[in-house]
């Protein structure tokens, strides 16, 4: 059964740094993988979707890749700025999920002023 | 501004009693979807629904039910039988219920915290 981890559970880093969230999951044939952000006490916006044919995807400061062989995802942002503080998860499509997501329980990232 | 609302953010729980949580979207979305959000988890799915007067059920959708009766609405019941509710519960839609080759993510609404009293 798929499963899909995101290690470190918490993350705090001064504010402009670079910075890497992963994300790994069990079963490399899933056909897209998606990066969303959640603020306290609030829903999930979505960031990034990429389909399994895909490596990478950008959006402004953000940029996710994808290794299917080694069940691997990194959300890589650029220039860290306090307002990035939120709780970042990554869920997978595949198919023993009857073809819904799959999720990563989440890492939360503090940027320090 | 087309989004999902959920109502009530807050709702509190007595023994033996079935709570309904309500979920509404304005973004003429096909597919819809229920989520609970334990502390230090991922998101699991209760029930979803791809179309009308049509809904699966997820990976934990025992001691709930849903109904689809209008393609807005889709509103989740927690029954006496769920015996450890508290929890965050999300509501999401998306354009088509096939997830598989969707370049449409799911949108989200800001959920219901659910407590017992």
């Known amino acids: 059964k798929q499963e899909v981890t995101q290690i470190p559970a918490a993350l705090s880093v001064p504010e402009g740094e670079n910075l890497v969230l992963n994300c790994s999951f069990t079963?490399?044939?899933?056909?897209?993988l998606q990066w969303f952000r959640q603020d306290p006490g609030k829903g999930l916006t979505s960031l990034l979707l990429?389909?399994?044919s895909q490596r990478e995807q950008t959006s402004g400061r953000l940029n996710a890749s994808l290794d299917k062989s080694s069940g691997r995802s990194t959300l890589y942002i650029a220039a860290s700025q306090p307002g990035d503080s939120a709780t970042y998860l990554c869920?997978?499509?595949?198919?023993?999920?009857?073809?819904?997501?799959?999720w990563g329980a989440g890492t939360k990232l503090i940027i320090k002023p | 501004d087309g989004g999902i609302t959920q109502s009530p953010k807050y709702l509190f729980r007595k023994e033996g009693q079935n709570v309904t949580l309500s979920c509404e979207q304005n973004?003429?979305?096909?597919?819809m979807y229920w989520y609970r959000q334990d502390p230090g988890q991922g998101l699991r799915l209760i029930y979803y629904?791809?179309?009308?007067?049509?809904?699966q059920k997820g990976d934990i959708a025992e001691g709930y039910s849903v109904s689809r009766e209008k393609k807005e609405s889709f509103p989740l019941t927690v029954t006496s039988a769920q015996k450890n509710p508290t929890a965050f519960y999300l509501c999401a839609s998306s354009l088509t219920g096939d997830l598989k080759y969707s370049n449409q993510p799911q949108h989200f609404g800001d959920g219901t915290r659910l407590s017992i009293l």
């Open positions: 869920a997978v499509c595949t198919m023993d999920s009857n073809y819904q997501l799959i």
């Open positions: 629904s791809q179309i009308v007067n049509d809904f």
């Open positions: 990429i389909q399994s």
């Open positions: 079963d490399s044939a899933i056909y897209n």
């Open positions: 973004l003429n979305h096909d597919a």
